[in-house]
């Protein structure tokens, strides 16, 4: 339902490779710590991972989960002083967001992206589950819905990334994009992915039937997606408080993934990673349909860029993920449970 005029596409083979492209082309140069990527802690790992392959930095502004579940945004003033102390090339906003199920607000987007005019930087929103928000009546939250009426300067220096992936499940056709109203980020993008010749003939073909497709059916197939997670992520929000009342349940708010965190209960130094290994490892639960269940989950150790050790509040935070079969996500919260006590039972403290 946006405005389209004056933004420019690149096809890309998935959102990863448009992530490459843009850092490439906001970021400093190889090895270099000018115009780093500024991004909320926890932040999506994709972003560490491949600013690390291509010599990109990133940096972070923190954000922490209260014992309500939810995730606070940090001030406006605490972004505009890492903005000064690390003189980032771009801002990266995730709207529906990965890993923490958080959804940026239209007001909030507005009082971010004046920072980035103010500061003459690059606005980069990822948008992967656009249109994936459970509170109802809530508006659509996206950089291309805002206007230069609601930030002045804001034309000519927003990016956002596509995929094919999210919400309407088709990882395997590898389609992504770059969208701007930028012309000469468009160009230049544009240069730069001629090393790959093209994204893939067959994967364009089939995403680009969507084209075809009116406005009312496009809405009509986002509210059954909204409609499908809504359900399963609110009974399972229930399920968690309800058979551990002290874990901390990140609130669904977007997206397809809340967070866990069991900081309340857990003995001295828990370890996300080292509970998920050995639940794939050695996690056996018996349940009453006679078979022996474990759960794999993503520690979210690796989600706080920068964060060590001690200092990395993720090592007791676990996310869940909602790519599962409805009827076997059902047994989590009991699964997650059972694992979670008998692998605190066996660690020596």
Same mark, same amino acid.
């Given at each position: ?19 490459? @492209? ?137 990016? !956002?990334?596509?995929? +094919? ?23 230049? !993008? ?15 073909? @089939? ?16 509210? =059954? ?29 977007? !997206?397809?993934?809340?967070? @866990?965190?069991?900081?309340?209960? +857990? ?49 007791? =935070? ?32």
């Amino acid at each position: 339902g946006f405005d389209t005029t004056g933004l420019d596409v690149l096809v890309t083979d998935g959102a990863s490779m448009a992530m490459e @492209i843009i850092m490439l082309g906001v970021c400093g140069g190889a090895g270099e710590e000018e115009r780093p990527l500024l991004m909320f802690n926890p932040s999506y790992t994709n972003y560490d991972a491949v600013g690390l392959r291509i010599g990109r930095k990133t940096v972070t502004v923190e954000r922490e989960l209260n014992e309500n579940g939810e995730f606070e945004l940090p001030s406006v003033e605490t972004v505009e002083q890492r903005i000064i102390e690390t003189k980032p090339g771009a801002l990266l906003i995730i709207p529906y967001d990965n890993p923490t199920g958080q959804l940026f607000s239209k007001e909030t987007l507005i009082e971010y992206t004046k920072l980035c005019v103010k500061h003459n930087l690059w606005i980069i929103s990822d948008e992967a589950y656009r249109e994936l928000a459970y509170e109802k009546g809530k508006e659509t939250s996206s950089i291309w819905a805002l206007t230069d009426k609601d930030v002045p300067g804001i034309e000519g220096r927003r990016i !956002s990334l596509e995929t +094919a992936s999210k919400v309407w499940n088709a990882c395997g056709l590898r389609i992504g994009a770059i969208i701007t109203d930028n012309k000469l980020c468009y160009e230049k !993008s544009v240069a730069e992915y001629t090393a790959n010749l093209s994204a893939n003939t067959l994967g364009q073909y @089939i995403f680009g039937a969507l084209k075809h497709e009116s406005y009312a059916q496009l809405h009509n197939w986002y509210e =059954q997606q909204r409609d499908y997670y809504r359900q399963m992520i609110f009974e399972l929000h229930k399920g968690f408080k309800e058979v551990e009342p002290d874990f901390i349940v990140s609130r669904p708010e977007a !997206s397809i993934y809340f967070v @866990i965190d069991v900081r309340k209960v +857990a003995k001295p130094g828990f370890d996300g990673v080292e509970f998920a290994s050995w639940c794939a490892e050695h996690g056996a639960v018996s349940l009453d349909d006679g078979k022996e269940y474990t759960l794999l989950m993503a520690p979210l150790n690796g989600f706080y860029s920068g964060k060590n050790g001690d200092n990395n509040p993720g090592k007791t =935070q676990l996310r869940v993920s909602f790519c599962e079969n409805p009827d076997l996500l059902r047994l989590a919260p009991e699964l997650l449970s059972k694992l979670f006590r008998a692998y605190e039972a066996q660690r020596n403290v």
